[in-house]
């Protein structure tokens, strides 16, 4: 392609919302055969809402979400934001919740957080945060985990003073079209993945929901990238699209890091093409354009 056809791309694509970053993005799109998406906030919604409570205790539903409230207050993770908004729903004045103070607060990255709040021990998180603090897990508990997960929702334990008090649900629905998107890429020779730091069960529910069949799940954001770099290896050129921070490490190992313009600007900056209306389509988008550009129809 010559230049001109390149800036000419590039202006396209930013008329379309679709922001190339560069002719070197442009040029590698074209040759991309294996897309792995990032899934909370970038096949789904991204605006988790607790659909579910399950208590195993015989304590009041609402001084149960009070005491994780308190907990996930100090989280800034979108499951944290679902659970405080939720237990706003036991409170007097949700514009002003009061929640208890909490201390020692830590949280666990891709895991959950803890805390304590009324001199009692708060954790919060997946059920492997639960096993490596050597809290037992009731097989009650893991019924409703499974269900739960069956359903493509987030399942989060919750432990009160080292017993597992409650399960929550958390459900994340996929955007619209989603599904569509995939099958279209398919049509054009390009595989798909689904890769998450949340759970094998849920993950391997959206894939379904989504028609993708290959999962990676329970993923760290240094893993997300190793696995970009695993699919290179195997002689794959790889898209990323992802939202989060930590997809960053992996929208850079990338051929072709996408990013979700909703999404949060570590992941925008590290980026070879911006999504800006944040549709899913825009990824066939910039193929297609950069397909035409380098007139490689295939
Ligand atoms: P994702 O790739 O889906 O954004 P993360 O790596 O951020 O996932 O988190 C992985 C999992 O860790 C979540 O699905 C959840 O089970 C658990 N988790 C992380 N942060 C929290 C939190 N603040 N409260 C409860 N659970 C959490
Ligand atoms: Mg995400």
Same mark, same amino acid.
């Given at each position: 392609a010559t230049p001109t056809a390149v800036m000419?791309?590039?202006?396209?694509?930013?008329?379309?919302?679709?922001?190339? %970053?560069?002719?070197? !993005?442009?040029?590698? =799109?074209?040759?991309?055969?294996? /897309?792995?998406?990032?899934?909370?906030?970038t096949?789904?919604?991204?605006?988790p809402m607790v659909v579910n409570t399950r208590l195993l205790t015989n304590m009041l539903l609402q001084d149960f979400y009070i005491l994780i409230a308190a907990t996930e207050v100090n989280s800034e993770h979108p499951l944290a934001k679902a659970i405080v908004e939720y237990a706003k729903n036991f409170v007097?004045? %949700?514009?002003?919740? !009061?929640?208890?103070? =909490?201390?020692?607060?830590?949280? /666990?990255?891709?895991?959950g957080v803890k805390a304590v709040v009324q001199n009692r021990e708060i954790i919060v998180g997946n059920k492997s945060l639960i096993l490596d603090q050597n809290i037992a897990i009731p097989s009650d508990a893991e019924d409703i985990l499974a269900k739960a997960e069956a359903l493509a929702h987030t399942g989060i334990l919750v432990s009160i003073d080292r017993e597992v008090a409650g399960v929550l649900a958390i459900s994340d629905p996929l955007k619209p079209g989603a599904r569509e998107v995939i099958t279209i890429?398919?049509?054009?020779?390009?595989?798909?993945?689904?890769?998450t730091g949340d759970n094998w069960g849920t993950a391997n529910s959206i894939a379904k929901e989504v028609g993708i069949e290959t999962v990676i799940?329970?993923?760290?954001?240094?893993?997300?990238?190793?696995?970009?770099?695993?699919?290179?290896g195997s002689g794959y050129t790889v898209a990323m699209v992802g939202d989060g921070?930590?997809?960053?490490?992996?929208?850079?190992?990338?051929?072709?890091?996408?990013?979700?313009?909703?999404?949060?600007?570590?992941?925008?900056?590290?980026?070879?093409?911006?999504?800006m209306k944040n549709n899913l389509e825009d990824v066939i988008t910039a193929i297609d354009l950069s397909r035409k550009t380098f007139s490689r129809i295939r």
């Open positions: 000419v791309g590039t202006g396209v694509g930013a008329s379309q919302g679709v922001l190339i %970053k560069g002719g070197q !993005a442009l040029e590698n =799109a074209h040759k991309v055969n294996c /897309i792995v998406f990032d899934k909370t906030g096949l789904t919604v991204g605006k007097e004045d %949700k514009e002003n919740p !009061a929640w208890p103070e =909490a201390r020692d607060f830590i949280s /666990i990255t891709g895991h890429l398919r049509s054009m020779n390009i595989r798909s993945i689904v890769m799940a329970e993923a760290k954001p240094e893993d997300k990238a190793e696995k970009v770099r695993d699919f290179q921070i930590n997809d960053s490490p992996a929208l850079v190992a990338a051929d072709v890091g996408m990013a979700i313009g909703a999404g949060t600007d570590i992941a925008i900056e590290a980026a070879d093409i911006v999504l």
